[in-house]
């Protein structure tokens, strides 16, 4: 006559953690696949539940039938560990919890989530600033219209200060809507009025939060760069530093090529609150940001506008002391090659 297998054997024999636990929120019983999930050489029998997953209450609160749920947990070893699991009651007042370890599951749906958004930026986002600028620029033509019509006085001031918003608008546009353009041109451009015009336009914004605005730009001549892409950089750059500054802070501009001519060299220095080491290590990373309204993007864009022409750039940062971002490109043809050897 066959043997028939035990309560505990189907227990040990599943392929996910089981947790009993009795009325009074203790372990009553944990299999061993469920031991290796929390990292524990034997089942924590009569320890609190707390301490192996979650609280009682919490592992029955809001409880759906067939409905998993997650709750990270730190492992012997201190590192987070997303756990997906359901309970179920299971009599005499006690509750069975199956659980599995799912942190590679949101590992790969955090990648393919990061993938979208990337694609839905290259994909819809072009066409979206093509129909927001063109009615910007209809307005602000008008603006200019009418300041050239209107007399001096509190009026023409405040349609000056709105071409100003007008431009700094557009200038926001061409910073988050430079995917997919090349920073290098097969066409020399005027590439210091492009930074002229772009600190010109900040000003405002840096007077309204008390941040005096400065630059340094030597002259250059025409340059194999994208003039419209150096302004979309620089406002990126411009914008995340007047972002970590407070009230009487500096924000220090410099554009020149470099000694031997080769690169253009592109430097954004603000004194305000700098980067821990840990935020330093991530600031270019796509949609990663520090701030409640930020959207990641503009400084990762920039990185990957100057990598992409062949660049580098450098930011070095000391919480409470500042940021200072440092773009490199070279400025011979496209097609030419650049050592990257002697860059700071």
Do not use: K
Not at 214 to 238: F, G, K, Q
Not at 257 to 278: K, P
Not at 321 to 331: A, D, N, Q, S, Y
Request: hydrophobic fraction near 45%; aromatic fraction near 2%; charged fraction near 20%.
């Amino acid at each position: 006559m066959p043997t028939v297998p035990s309560a505990r054997d189907v227990l040990n024999a599943l392929p996910a953690g089981v947790l009993v636990v009795d009325r009074d929120g203790r372990v009553h019983a944990l299999n061993p696949d469920g031991c290796r999930i929390l990292g524990l050489a034997t089942a924590p029998l009569g320890w609190p539940v707390a301490d192996v997953l979650a609280p009682l209450d919490v592992l029955i609160e809001g409880r759906v039938p067939g409905r998993r749920r997650q709750v990270t947990v730190v492992d012997r070893a201190g590192l987070p560990m997303q756990i997906g699991y359901s309970t179920s009651p299971c009599g005499g007042g006690h509750w069975a919890v199956l659980f599995r370890d799912v942190s590679s599951l949101e590992d790969a749906r955090s990648a393919r989530d990061h993938s979208l958004r990337i694609e839905t930026i290259d994909e819809v986002l072009p066409s979206l600033l093509h129909e927001l600028r063109n009615p910007l620029a209809a307005m602000t033509s008008a603006v200019e219209l009418l300041i050239e019509e209107t007399r001096p006085g509190e009026l023409r001031d405040e349609l000056e200060a709105i071409l100003v918003e007008g431009r700094r608008m557009d200038l926001g546009f061409q910073g988050i809507g430079m995917v997919g353009r090349s920073l290098r041109s097969t066409r020399a451009q005027l590439v210091a009025p492009a930074v002229h015009e772009v600190v010109r336009v900040m000003r405002a914004s840096a007077a309204r939060a008390g941040v005096v605005l400065l630059l340094e730009c030597a002259p250059m001549p025409m340059l194999h760069l994208n003039a419209a892409v150096v302004r979309a950089v620089l406002y990126n750059l411009i914008n995340n530093a007047l972002n970590a500054c407070r009230e009487g802070d500096e924000v220090r501009i410099g554009a020149r090529l470099r000694g031997d001519g080769a690169a253009f060299e592109l430097t954004v220095h603000d004194t305000g609150v700098g980067m821990s080491e840990d935020v330093l290590a991530r600031c270019t990373e796509l949609f990663f940001t520090t701030r409640s309204h930020g959207s990641g993007i503009g400084l990762s864009m920039c990185r990957r506008a100057v990598e992409e022409a062949d660049g580098l750039c450098t930011v070095l940062s000391t919480a409470g002391r500042g940021t200072r971002v440092i773009l490199e490109v070279p400025v011979g043809d496209p097609g030419e090659a650049w050592s990257a050897s002697g860059a700071s």
